[in-house]
């Protein structure tokens, strides 16, 4: 009998170990770029690697810090990415401009984009025709900057109306405190704590936002490789319930996420990235379209007129169809889908 309990046992070890390799095997390794370091809207993602969402989907998921969405769209075109979050109007201009490494989008983050100008109140700009003949500063890259002619055939400017000077990120906010610049282009949830950080409240800015202004646009999605689209379906749409979950679970507790956010990087500000995050969150994630239909799909109508804006802006002769930028095949159910 002591033989027989042995040999079972054995037996046991056998299977189990045989087991845990075949689930080992079983993860499919999956690069995702953010857009941008590891701050606020990060947190969600760092929450669902952290509670084992991407692991239980058999993905073995490195999360890496971006430098801006154009940077990310080029990481993931590259093939060294296999998905990146990027504004979803960038990826229209690159595709035009590289149509043999065209992409698409297949989840919505920022359901309301965050575009704005930010003015100080004490300048007496409080409307875009009060721009005129001024100077507006932001990095080259800037998702706003870029899609300024847009805010410009919207609210009745001319191009030619302002003028830009660049810099780099980190000098945006300083070159408008000391006047080098009279408004700066940039994400609200950027340039809003950034300038607080510097000792300027609300009350002490005016923000033009985009989307007050006629530029329904979408914001920050995620988008995939070709090849990962082609040839790990199941992979992209495990991969996004596991970012619904993440979302899910930083709605209900906004700081269990920035804990999973200062675990990736000790060096944030918690605090800070606190109100970023519960600003992303208010201003950006649940609008009243997600919280009836759930987090990541688009309405068709609406992107076709952004697609309309975009293609303007950035003169693109031949503007791609809503099917050539977004596709839905990956998406999770409505119910998974859901935030609340």
């Known amino acids: 009998m002591a033989k027989l309990g042995a040999k079972l046992l054995s037996a046991t070890f056998g299977v189990a170990i045989a087991l845990g390799a075949q689930s080992a095997w079983a993860q499919t390794a999956i690069k995702f770029t953010l857009d941008w370091k590891f701050e606020g809207p990060a947190a969600a993602f760092m929450l669902a690697k952290k509670n084992g969402y991407f692991e239980a989907e058999g993905l073995d998921v490195t999360i890496d810090s971006g430098n801006g969405s154009v940077g990310a769209i080029t990481r993931v075109a590259s093939g060294a990415y296999d998905i990146g979050m990027a504004d979803i109007n960038s990826t229209i201009e690159f595709n035009a401009a590289n149509p043999d490494l065209a992409m698409k989008a297949m989840f919505m983050i920022y359901d309301r984009p965050p575009f704005s100008l930010f003015v100080l109140k004490s300048s007496g700009i409080t409307k875009p025709e009060d721009l005129i003949g001024k100077k507006l500063g932001a990095p080259v890259f800037d998702a706003s900057r870029k899609l300024f002619p847009a805010f410009a055939q919207a609210t009745g400017l001319k191009l030619d109306d302002v003028t830009w000077e660049s810099m780099d990120p980190p000098l945006r906010e300083p070159m408008l405190l000391r006047g080098d610049v009279d408004a700066i282009a940039g994400h609200y949830f950027t340039s809003v704590l950034n300038l607080k950080a510097q000792g300027v409240g609300l009350e002490d800015l005016t923000a033009l936002k985009y989307a007050d202004y006629g530029m329904d646009f979408y914001g920050n999605g995620l988008i995939a490789s070709p090849a990962m ?53 208010t201003d950006n994630i649940l609008t009243p379209d997600v919280l009836e239909n759930g987090m990541g799909p688009i309405k068709t109508d ?39």
């Open 302 to 340: 609406r992107m076709a007129k952004a697609i309309e804006q975009v293609s303007l802006a950035f003169g693109i002769a031949n503007p791609p169809t809503v099917g050539d930028i977004f596709t839905d095949i990956y998406l999770p159910g409505a119910e998974d889908r859901k935030l609340k």
């Open 229 to 281: 689209m082609e040839n790990n379906p199941e992979a992209l749409r495990g991969f996004l319930r596991a970012v619904v979950k993440g979302w899910r679970d930083t709605v209900a507790d906004p700081q269990a996420a920035i804990v999973a956010l200062q675990e990736a990087d000790p060096l944030i500000d918690p605090a800070i990235e606190l109100e970023r995050l519960n600003m992303v969150i």
